[in-house]
């Protein structure tokens, strides 16, 4: 059953209160969109490499907070029956773009609740993964305080709460920026009229007059970017009220004071410390914290998206290789972008890489993987046809863990549920068919979205629904191409279909 709760609003409205929070998301709607990084599947994967023993996704209990209009929270509703989701957000405007979408989707694993996340009802219960994604450093510090409150009484013990945030001390340069800004828009009245001048004030500042230094260049950069960005991360990112970048050790110290520990990033490679040999001195003898610390000062980072637990882990929260084994394993985005633009598929220079034997087991095994995607296979299944030889300096796990860590393969928990070849009868996804009806934002099996600007391609996915024959669709997709052959019609159906299998947006 899916239902809606609206809770009662605070009376105070100061330009950070919940009331001018409200009215700013819907003056300007959120463009919300999925993070794979925040998929359950992938905080399982993190959290069970380092030590942790998470829940079974395939029938976990999922709280969003902030979820918007549910465009994270609906594609993961949708492929995983057996779970079950909450959602909540403090605008109307979005809860009720959710609330239709999941009377449209039929989805009856999901609960919307409308209102501040400091009043979500006890009744609720307990979750195995908590997400709150682009929440943390956009709202007040009693809102911060009062989410890793609600972690520390609702998140199971082994359980995994996603926290996206902006940091210092990337953000000092953003946050000049943004102040810049202020000043210029603060006195202006209504939301577009306040993009339109940030937007020509940005264009302004970010051309470099003659008296300028070279070193001015970064921030003009950010001007040049900010003229580019689109409404939504304009409104709701750079001239956000409250924004509030921190340092990591901020946050740590933070949510250690509600009993959640940092376990890793969900970008698995922001743990790799491909830092200078002089830093790596630095970081030589530091404990995890203080190097996740050293690493943001080290590559000036401006964001992070970090996952915090309960519970103890087995191993310290250190990396175990062994572990992978459990997972499945296939190309990555990246991987298959380098592939797609015909570079090089690894850094023989990059610290640690492999070289050697190594070296040439993983450019074979990143082809191959490239070559079945978006399919991944079992650990056993690689090691059978690699023939490892244990006489290798290091373990294929940790070989593989590594591939992971640097962003070049992905690891998954769940069975398969997308297929790279399309069937007889061909079938998509039933969230991306009903968003190919809507749009041009699609999210795909590995809950990743992508814009499909085609509108034959759209047309075709939306009417995947496995009850028609290829013949069947190139009759219909005929009324699209007028004055094509039919057989043309059929390669273009054969070539979409093809295009669809790799795009991950297919089902068995
Ligand atoms: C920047 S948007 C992020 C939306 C989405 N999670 C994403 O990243 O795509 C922040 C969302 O948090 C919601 N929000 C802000 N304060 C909240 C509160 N106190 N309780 C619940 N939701 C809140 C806003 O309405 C908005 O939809």
Redesign the pocket.
């Known amino acids: 059953m899916s239902t809606s709760v609206s809770f009662a609003r605070e009376r105070l409205d100061t330009p950070t209160s919940?009331a001018a929070?409200?009215r700013k998301?819907d003056a300007v709607a959120?463009a919300?969109?999925s993070?794979a990084l925040s998929h359950p599947d992938h905080m399982a994967v993190v959290a069970t490499l380092f030590g942790l023993d998470p829940a079974d996704v395939a029938t976990c209990r999922v709280l969003?907070?902030?979820?918007?209009d549910g465009?994270?929270l609906l594609p993961m509703a949708a492929s995983l029956p057996d779970a079950s989701f909450v959602g909540?957000?403090?605008?109307p405007r979005?809860i009720a773009a959710a609330q239709s979408a999941v009377a449209e989707l039929g989805l009856s694993n999901v609960t919307l609740f409308e209102?501040?996340?400091?009043a979500m009802p006890e009744t609720l219960g307990d979750f195995d993964y908590m997400i709150a994604?682009?929440?943390y450093s956009?709202?007040p510090a009693t809102?911060r305080d009062a989410l890793f409150a609600l972690a520390r009484r609702r998140l199971k013990r082994n359980g995994i709460l996603f926290v996206s945030y902006n940091v210092y001390p990337g953000c000092h340069v953003r946050k000049a920026v943004w102040e810049s800004l202020h000043l210029h828009v603060e006195r202006i009245e209504g939301a577009s009229a306040r993009l339109d001048a940030a937007r020509a004030f940005a264009a302004a500042l970010a051309e470099p007059g003659t008296t300028q230094n070279p070193i001015d260049a970064l921030p003009r950069h950010e001007f040049r970017q900010v003229t580019q960005i689109t409404d939504s991360a304009l409104y709701?990112?750079d001239l956000a009220e409250p924004n509030d970048p921190v340092y990591f050790h901020e946050f740590a110290a933070h949510a250690a004071r509600y009993d959640l520990r940092f376990v890793a990033e969900a970008k698995l490679s922001m743990t790799a410390a491909d830092t200078s040999p002089a830093m790596q001195r630095f970081l030589a003898g530091c404990d995890r914290l203080e190097r996740e610390q050293l690493l943001d000062l080290a590559q000036l980072r401006r964001f992070r998206q970090s996952l915090l637990s309960r519970g103890e882990s087995a191993t310290g929260f250190a990396i175990a290789p062994e572990r992978v084994a459990l997972m499945r394993i296939g190309a990555s985005v990246p991987l298959l972008r380098a592939a797609a633009e015909g570079k090089p598929l690894m850094d023989p220079g990059a610290p640690g890489a492999p070289a050697g034997d190594e070296a040439k087991a993983l450019q074979s095994l990143f082809a191959w993987m490239i070559a079945i995607a978006p399919e991944t296979l079992p650990i056993s299944e690689i090691t059978q046809r690699l023939a490892w030889s244990a006489d290798t300096p290091r373990s294929l796990e940790a070989i593989l863990t590594d591939a992971c860590v640097r962003g070049s393969l992905r690891a998954t928990l769940r069975p398969p549920a997308l297929v790279a070849l399309a069937g007889d009868r061909p079938k998509a996804s039933a969230f991306a068919r009903w968003q190919a009806g809507r749009g041009t934002a699609v999210t795909n099996l590995q809950h990743e979205t992508m814009q499909l600007r085609d509108e034959n391609a759209l047309r075709l996915l939306a009417l995947l629904d496995g009850s028609r024959t290829r013949g069947e669709l190139t009759t219909v997709m005929a009324d699209a191409l007028p004055g094509w052959e039919q057989p043309r019609v059929a390669q273009r159906v054969d070539e979409y279909l093809a295009q669809f299998g790799k795009l991950a947006l297919l089902v068995s």
């Open positions: 919940n929070l409200m998301y959120y919300a969109k993070n969003e907070l902030g979820c918007s465009a994270n909540c957000d403090l605008s979005a209102g501040d996340l400091s994604h682009g929440v956009w709202v809102v709701h990112d």
